[in-house]
């Protein structure tokens, strides 16, 4: 019996030096995600201005936008996808509208933002009716806002 207990507390006592060592080996080492989830989403863009006066002057018909400064320019935003078929239908509804626009591309790295834009473009895909497309621009542009 007291050859047991000696066998079984040496492995024990091997064991966790092991495992302490191992462990202390790990905390060392820096950790860098593997998954850096980025995704290109298109943004459809009304015009590009010089000055806060101009862009809102030229915006005035325009319900729902979103707009970005770089270089103290104004870029004016009226509709984002994840899905090129997506983004010919929101360009379509402006189209019919009167608004000209163009397509650019960005990349977003958000989660959260991703999973929203996926799930618009899903309701995106489901309707041709004017009303919906309205309104799930209309969020999408919202949802963009708050976390972009």
């Known amino acids: 019996m007291k050859k047991y207990l000696t066998t079984i507390i040496i492995s024990i006592l091997v064991g ?19 998954f850096n989830v980025k995704e290109t989403a298109y943004l459809v863009q009304q015009g590009v201005y010089s000055s806060m ?3 809102q002057e030229n915006t005035s ?30 360009q379509d509804y402006y189209k019919n509208k009167g608004i000209n626009t163009i397509i650019k591309t960005t990349t977003i790295s958000d989660n959260e933002l991703i ?13 041709e009716e004017e009303e919906a497309i309205k309104e799930v621009i209309k969020q999408t542009l919202s949802k963009y806002k708050e976390e972009g």
């Open 16 to 34: 966790f030096l092991l495992s302490y060592y191992m462990l202390k080996e790990y905390e060392s080492v820096n950790i860098i995600p593997v």
């Open 53 to 55: 006066e101009s862009m």
């Open 115 to 127: 999973d929203s834009l996926r799930q618009y473009d899903m309701l995106l895909q489901g309707t």
């Open 61 to 90: 018909s325009l319900t729902d936008y979103i707009y970005s400064v770089i270089d103290n320019m104004y870029y004016v935003y009226i509709g984002i996808s994840l899905e090129s078929d997506n983004v010919s239908k929101i």
